[in-house]
């Protein structure tokens, strides 16, 4: 017997384990006050994740949320993380406790075959329903006390996501917490062969034939819907329309917020400008600071309106049919099917996207996702795609409802995605031969009415991280392109602009041989250099560099007077591909485990930018641009 008080100064080690999405991270949230990151389809979670909870009755808890599994029989690399956490292997998280194993109370099976080879492992278990809310929506009966008796193991009901839904949970956990545990068993876990897998999937379907009453089901609203978002010709439809109109939505929404960041923006240089005398001072924070941090900050409602309609999509269940829509292209191209979930994070930022391709069992399918993950719009992006749009593509209505520069931001997207699939299938051809890729093995899960707070959580975390890169790296590097482009003075009498003596100018100038085939000025390869570390850095490093501040329209007209359409054309392309972003290279260093790695995708990424780059800049003379 294991007392309470006798481990007050370490608490006890509950870890949440169970198929994908069943819902142990909205648990987690719920029994932690965490806010982990929960979505929609399977592999969200790939890395554990621990937090602290205390019972009802004030014993406090650890609790390891870990990634879905269907046995501990480990294939992938997330899969992994679960089973050394539960075998005791992780030094970081230690001995666990309790197994809280959670089932999808709509979907049983596996939840419950899992329960059966966990007990080998010889921790305590507790079954957990999860979403019986659904479940009883549906009309399906779970009767707990035959499934107890009939699996020998405690179970209790819960519903993650709503108020009140995880009474029952915290009430039976404090129950079994305040009798003492029951003591450790042997561990005598051995990785289940496909016939005993088998069994116990017939095993798991006897205990659901006795406890579970499931009413003859009528067509569910789940399955109308597929049979036309999945319909062959209309699903791919549905998706280019619903991604169309969210560019679309992406301009059309952020204009006038723009504006009025642009507004407060210039409101505050103005005060500031007021405040200090002309001078040094009042040129680094008006000119670098304000100028810098600001030209990237109207961004904003862009990066939240395009997450938004993502995270709504993503909760709702779309996303995980967008993946099987896209499987066969993908195929195609010799991805993986699990490549479509670190793809799709990679829209927000390739870092998490490069750790979520852990979810891909097979080492060289994961390389592939790995390498063409940059190749994703991140939303670093998004502030130099709007600035060059707006400076470049007139903003006139080709048809009722289509604006242009929202047809040309989605075309950059499109374009994204169709460089990373032809990358992809020539590195196939390089990797290996003729061999398909393995299949898409997703559950589509239910349609679920988005849950708000899930949303506007994603949406506050999102624009926070969008908010802190700007005070912090485009800060510093804002005031670094400030210092380089005002020191030295100009001598005495001089007669051009002052920042064409500046140490900016020189560096500017030693670059400019390189990148001036590819219409590139000396002030770009200015703001190109920061701009290395992290792409939106180039937006504060031109408006520094113009001496614009103010917000993006003054900007936009500042490039427009002083560039080709064919520069502007040709940097658009260049953020396409170039490999921007030293986070983005050190993940893959660290996920790959080879600097190699790295360093292809660094030089496949300047090649592939510099070559279209030079493309685009020469056909669009050719054409007058
Ligand atoms: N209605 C309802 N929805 C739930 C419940 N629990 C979770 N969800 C939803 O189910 C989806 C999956 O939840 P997650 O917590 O991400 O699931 P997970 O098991 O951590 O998934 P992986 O990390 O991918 O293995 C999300 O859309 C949640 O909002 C519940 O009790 N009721
Ligand atoms: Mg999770």
């Known amino acids: 017997m294991l007392e309470p008080q006798a481990r007050a100064d370490s608490p006890l080690r509950v870890a949440l384990i169970g198929a994908p999405n069943c819902g142990k991270t909205s648990l987690f949230n719920a029994l932690t006050g965490a806010n982990q990151r929960v979505g929609n389809y399977s592999g969200v979670t790939v890395e554990r994740k621990i937090g602290q909870a ?24 997330d ?35 899992l329960a059966q080879e966990l007990r080998a492992c010889g921790i305590p278990i507790l079954v957990v329903l999860n979403m019986i809310d659904i479940a009883r929506h549906r009309g399906i009966e ?10 020998g193991l405690p179970v209790a009901a819960s519903t993650a996501v709503r108020r009140g839904g995880m009474d029952a949970l915290w009430g039976r956990l404090g129950g079994l917490i305040g009798q003492g545990l ?77 504006e009025a960041i642009g507004a407060m923006i210039d409101w505050l240089s103005g005060a500031v400008s007021a405040l200090l005398p002309e001078g040094l001072l009042r040129g680094l924070i008006v000119d670098g600071a304000i100028a810098g941090v600001g030209s990237v900050v109207v961004f904003l409602p862009q990066i939240v309106i395009l997450f938004g309609f993502i995270l709504i999509l993503e909760d709702l269940g779309y996303m ?17 099917g699990r490549a479509f979930i670190p793809l799709l994070s990679s829209f927000a930022c390739a870092v998490p996207g490069i750790m979520s391709a852990r979810v891909i069992d097979d080492r060289r399918d994961r390389l592939t996702t790995i390498l063409i993950a940059p190749l994703m719009t991140c939303s670093a992006r998004i502030p130099v795609y709007t600035l060059l749009i707006g ?88 005031v670094v392109v400030w210092v380089l482009s005002t020191f030295p003075f100009p001598p005495e009498g001089a007669t ?13 100038h030693l670059l400019e041989p390189i990148l001036s085939p590819i219409g590139f000025s000396w002030q770009i390869c200015v703001a190109l250099v920061p701009g290395m570390a992290a792409r939106e850095v180039a937006v504060a490093g031109l408006s ?23 520069t502007g054309v040709s940097l658009l392309v260049w953020y396409i591909f170039a490999p921007q972003c030293l986070s983005t290279l050190a993940v893959i260093r660290r996920e790959t485990g080879q600097a190699r790695w790295m360093w292809v995708s660094v030089v496949y990424m300047f090649g592939l930018a510099y070559i279209c780059s030079f493309i685009a800049y020469h056909v669009m003379r050719a054409l007058g641009g």
Do not use: C
């Not at 004030?58 to 480990?74: C, E, F, I, K, N």
């Not at 995980?320 to 993986?336: E, V």
């Open 54 to 77: 205390v019972t009802p009755a004030g014993v406090p808890l650890t609790v390891v949320d870990l990634p879905g599994t269907y046995s501990l029989r480990a294939r992938s690399p």
């Open 391 to 478: 400076a470049f593509v007139p903003a006139r209505s080709i048809g009722p409802g289509i604006g242009l520069q929202g047809l040309v931001m989605f075309g950059l997207f499109a374009a994204g995605v169709i460089s990373a699939l032809l990358v992809a299938f020539v590195s196939r051809m390089l990797l290996r031969r003729n061999e398909i890729a393995a299949p898409l093995m997703l559950d589509l899960p239910d349609y679920k009415i988005p849950q708000m707070r899930g949303v506007l959580l994603g949406l506050w975390q999102r624009a926070r991280a969008f908010l802190r890169r700007a005070g912090t790296i485009i800060f510093y590097a804002s």
């Open 182 to 258: 029951p003591a450790r068993g042997a561990m005598t876990w051995e990785a289940p062969s496909a016939a005993q897998l088998r069994a116990a999937l017939r095993q798991a379907d006897q205990l659901i034939a006795h406890a579970v009453h499931k009413p003859v089901a009528p067509r569910s609203l789940t399955e109308k819907v597929d049979a036309v978002v999945l319909n062959p010709f209309a699903g791919p439809m549905i998706l280019l329309v619903l991604m169309f109109a969210m560019f679309q939505a992406v301009f059309a929404g952020a204009a006038p917020l723009m």
């Open 496 to 508: 051009e602009p002052a920042i064409n003596y500046s140490f900016a100018a020189m560096i500017g």
């Open 320 to 336: 995980a049919r967008a993946a099987f829509l896209m499987d066969r292209i993908m195929g195609h191209a010799g991805l993986h």
């Open 142 to 151: 779970i009767d707990l006390e035959v499934l107890e008796r009939s699996l």
């Open 79 to 113: 899969e992994v993380v679960t089973r050394d956490v539960i075998l005791g292997r992780r030094k970081d998280v230690g001995q666990i406790d309790l197994l809280m194993v959670v089932a999808d109370a709509t979907h049983l099976r596996p939840g419950l075959r």
């Open 544 to 566: 520094t560099v113009y001496a614009v501040s103010g917000g993006e329209t003054a900007l936009g007209a500042e490039l427009a007077a002083n560039w080709s359409l064919a």
